[in-house]
């Protein structure tokens, strides 16, 4: 009853407060929990999720640390999974949900408490995403058996895209910038929302060891360089390879088009509306297409961050083949 859910909030209130506590990118602080530190709003969401979840073994669950890739995941695998109904054609009005809300919708993050944000009438509910480090996931998630498709990209481009994102939000929110150095040295320490970026990416890596046939890790960069050899490969990963007769009708780069940087950051939801990652998480859709280029790091870090970086990363990812 209401006396129940009452003791329930306090005590993950309490959790939540004793937990270390450092200032954070946007509004919001970080907590440091189990060794990661998260954005103190999605906090209670996470032990809500841990507690309720529901595995099932034919969930497919993005994985992503922030700006990976994860809206042009969620465009794919929606697409690919959801691709007998629509057309993929941006002129033609077919009632495909990418067309009128950002893939966000469509692919709800479980993180900021499970669906209660969705407004999508028909979301796929059998594709779920997650910014959780792997040691966070709920148990009834990892023993479902259930696959994951988990996407990476190269640290000094996805701490760029980062810094953007919160320079941005923080503009939309009136609030001072964040100027990029100090960025830097949070990003390199560890502080960052999901972060250390390099213990998250780790944690996913040898659990893929683990079970490789539950996995399919991909990279932004090689999306970007072959995209249609990764379609095909995300198909047959959720067991729905394309068909004879949909390569011969061009599904495949017809999903690759409509889900490309140019098309989706063109579409009009993408230009101008807002989504709610979660009630009180608005985000303008268009902060999350920015630039979508590789390398793009080159204009802004200088030799001695850069070296800083990539220190760091050889030497965390020594040994693995994600030096590759
Ligand atoms: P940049 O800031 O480098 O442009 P996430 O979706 O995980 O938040 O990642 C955001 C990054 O992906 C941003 O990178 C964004 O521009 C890029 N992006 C968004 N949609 C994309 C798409 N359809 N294709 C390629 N990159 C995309």
New binding site residues.
Partial sequence: GDHEVACVNSTSDMIISALPSQRGWTTSELKQFQGFWLDDWVMPGVLSLQEKFCGKSDHVVLT?S???????LK?LLFSITNRSSYKFDDAVDDGNPLLSRNPHVSVPYIDFNATEHLDDPNPDLSLLSTHLPYSLLPKSMIESGCRFVHVMREPK?LF??LW??AVELRKARDQPTLPLDDAFDMFCNGLSQYGPYWDYELEYWNASLKCPDKFCIMT?ED??KRPDYNVRKLASFIEKPFTAAEEDEGVVEAIVTF???DK??NLEVNRTKTSSLRKAHVVPNKV??????IG?WKNYLIDKQRERIDQTTYQKFQGTDLLD
């Fill in positions: 992503s922030p700006k990976s890739g994860t809206t042009w465009a481009d760029i895209s953007h994102f932004y999306l970007m889900c490309s940087f989706l950051s999350l297409f920015r630039k979508a280029t793009d």
